[in-house]
Structure formats: structure tokens, C-alpha cells
């Protein structure tokens, strides 16, 4: 079983501060991609990485795969209030012939004023 | 482009009842996914289907969870008979053919279920 821990699993912050949040796993993915969700809300896409080692940035978020296609991280430069939600990372594994999504633990995120 | 619809949005049920829950995916997208997610924790993955066939159900608790996608659009998910720990929300999402991380999915909005 593919299993993604994040950490930390809550985070709470003051605006304009920095973090990073983690994805673990002791699988290799073949990708790995980055959502937010909002209360009420499905997760939206923020990114896919799928080389190993890979970086990616998206404005002030900046994503990285491992070399070893087993962890990625997320860190959030001078957080704002609009980045407050859940953070998940999800690894796409060997599923056959239609690949399936597995999700990580998530990371809750609170962006004080 | 129209997105995944689901319905129920909410609903509230006492446990041994059943509920069932619609999804209308994107047009043309052949896989369909089913997530069971509690509150604060990432989804878990009910069951996958391409087109009309399932691809993975390991995770689905077949004793009373069911699910069908009938001539590979709209899907059902069906919970007979709800117990406590069902609570949560139930995300129906939809990608193109054969999934490979560089077609992404997308999510319906959720519906959430509380057992009381």
C-alpha cells in the first residue's frame, strides 16, 4: 500500500511569514502533484512535478520532487491571508493500465492578519 | 467548460439508513473516481472506474457500500446501511483517458454526509 505523510499537519502563521510544508513516502511515484482546498470545496490542481528533482514555481509557492520520486516539498514565500487552506500532495502510482491518485495525510494552513 | 457536478451537497441521516450519492462527470472523460475524505485529512480512494468498468475498488467496504457507473457517464454511490464513522465528504472527480499525472483531475464540490 502507498501510503503520503505530510507534515506538519496544522500550521499557523502571521502574514508575510515563510514555510515549507513536507510529503513523504516510502514508494516511488512516477508523478507527484500539489492541491489546495477551501472549505466546501473539491481540491484544485496548484501543480504536477515529474522529474526527479524537478522544481517549480507558481508566484510565491515553490515546489520540489525529489530525486528519488519519493518526497516532494511546498514552501510558501511572505504566506498571505488568500493562502490559508488544506494543502495536499498526491502521487500518481503504478495502477495498470489507468494510473491512480493516492493522497497524503494534508496540512492545514492558517495565514493570520 | 462545465465542471463535476454532485448531489446531494449535504445530507443528514441516522445510522442502518441509506443514502445515495450522484455524479455527473466531465463530458468526455472516461475515468471516474470516487474519495471518501474526513474532515482535515486527505481523501481516500472508494473506487475507480474507465468508462463503464472498475479499475480498483480494494478500498470500497463492499458490505455496504456499492458503487456504478452505468454506460460510463453518470455514477451512483450508494451507502446501505450508514453507520457513524461514514460521516464525511464523498468527492466524485473525472479525467481524460488513461490517466499518466500529465492530464490532471478535476473535483466536484463534495457531498457531505452526516450519520447521526
Known amino acids: 500500500t502507498q501510503l503520503l505523510e505530510q507534515s506538519p499537519q496544522f500550521l499557523s502563521i502571521q502574514e508575510g511569514e515563510n514555510l515549507t510544508v513536507y510529503c513523504n513516502s516510502s514508494s516511488v511515484f512516477s508523478s507527484l502533484q500539489w492541491y489546495r482546498q477551501e472549505p466546501g470545496e473539491g481540491p484544485v490542481l496548484l501543480v504536477t512535478v515529474v522529474t526527479g528533482g524537478e522544481v517549480k514555481k507558481l508566484k510565491r509557492l515553490t515546489f520540489q520532487f525529489g530525486d528519488a520520486r519519493k518526497d516532494s516539498s511546498l514552501h510558501i514565500t511572505a504566506a498571505q491571508t488568500g493562502d490559508t487552506g488544506l494543502y495536499l500532495c498526491a502521487g500518481e502510482g503504478y495502477g495498470g493500465a489507468t494510473n491512480k491518485l493516492i493522497f497524503g495525510t494534508g496540512t492545514l494552513l492558517a495565514v493570520q492578519p | 467548460e462545465a465542471g463535476v457536478a454532485q448531489s446531494p451537497r449535504y445530507k443528514i441521516i441516522e445510522k442502518r439508513q441509506s443514502v445515495a450519492f450522484w455524479c455527473n462527470p466531465i463530458s468526455g472523460h472516461a475515468t471516474l473516481y470516487w474519495y471518501q475524505q474526513i474532515l482535515g485529512q486527505g481523501p481516500k480512494l472508494l473506487i475507480q472506474?474507465?468508462?463503464?468498468?472498475?479499475?480498483?475498488d480494494s478500498q470500497l467496504p463492499k458490505d455496504r457500500f456499492s458503487a456504478e457507473r452505468l454506460k460510463g457517464v453518470d455514477s451512483t454511490l450508494k451507502i446501505q446501511p450508514a453507520k457513524l464513522e461514514d460521516s464525511a465528504v464523498y468527492l466524485c472527480a473525472s479525467g481524460p483517458q488513461g490517466f499518466t499525472g500529465a492530464n490532471v483531475l478535476t473535483f466536484g464540490a463534495g457531498s457531505r454526509l452526516t450519520v447521526l
Open positions: 472506474f474507465q468508462n463503464n468498468g472498475v479499475v480498483d
